[in-house]
């Protein structure tokens, strides 16, 4: 039986994951939306990545979690890896593009760059509080313009004058989208304006004083779009390179850190019929009055964090 790794990639908007084998090709992929229930997403996730895998020929002896709700995946996945997105996406890209010196990652509800040298993460930034920049921003534009957000980079590339969209916020930015549709601007020109103020706004506030070299890799949903693809390659002069797998770079990078992990655990699938539930306890034995996570599996206590000292300290 050869060894395979899993790695989950668990997002506000969405969660990805990948089973790989020990030269890193993937066996079983699945990219699906987190629909604010990360303990939902992760089930179904796994449910659909047990139907694509070989367990003839293989069997997963490390989990690897990244993402926002990485440590409560981890919990009920068991995994024997937990990394923050920034170390997961600098493997991921690090190992098909060992030459890459920035690294572009816009997901569906943050933004990031991280800048590589000789291979290791050197500097990186991530967006705080403006969603301009991001997936769900061109999402609820698509809504507003009547179109799937999976045309945006398509019919972008049809405008020959991109309008110029406000990218400062996003609020700025919608009200000027609305003022456009109004002065009867054309869909295409304004979708192509809209792939740029992506692009101008990412640039301006996570790429702001951050020196851009090449090799330049973006990935993350975004970078199926075909229209911020190329807004980003005009902006910045230089080629762009999207991997076929980039929007699963995180999964794909915290999966390679499992199996570079010494730690071994064989994963159940039958964790997708298991329950779990999670509870808040607030502590109040101290001043921090610390909000405390507590994870259980089928009833029984199974995680817990949040305590800040050992007087919020909740026993398995």
Sequence with gaps: MREAYLGIDIGSISTKGVIINQKNQILAKEYLWTEGDPIGAAKRLIASLEKQFDKENYEIVATGTTGSARK????????????????????????????????????????????????????????????????????????????????????????????????????????????????????????????????????????????????????????????????????LKCKVQVDENGHLMGAIGVAILAAQGKKRKKFD?????????????????????CEIVCVYRDGELIDAWGNRCEKGEISK
Aim: hydrophobic share 40%; aromatic share 6%; net charge negative.
């Design 72 to 235: 409560l995946v981890g919990s009920i996945t068991g995994a024997t890896v937990v990394k923050n997105e920034i170390t997961a996406h600098a493997v991921g890209t690090t190992t098909f593009y060992p030459e890459v010196r920035t690294i572009l990652e816009i997901g569906g509800q943050d933004s990031k760059i991280i800048l590589v040298e000789n291979g290791i993460a050197v500097d990186y930034a991530m967006n705080t509080l403006c969603a301009a920049g991001t997936g769900s921003f061109l999402s609820s534009q698509a809504k507003r313009l009547g179109v799937e957000v999976e045309d945006l980079g398509r019919i972008a590339l049809q405008s020959e004058h991109p309008t110029q969209i406000a990218a400062r916020c996003t609020v700025f930015a919608e009200s000027d989208l609305v003022h456009k549709i109004q002065m009867g601007y054309t869909k295409e020109d304004i979708i192509a304006g809209l792939c740029r103020a992506v692009v101008q706004n990412y640039l301006n506030n996570v790429g702001k004083g951050k020196k851009i070299l090449q090799p330049v890799v973006f990935q993350g949903g975004v970078s199926k779009n075909q229209g911020v693809v190329a807004a980003f390659e005009k902006e």
């Design 269 to 289: 699938f039958a964790v997708e019929d298991t329950e779990f539930r999670t509870r808040e306890v607030c502590c109040g034995k101290c001043p921090n009055n």
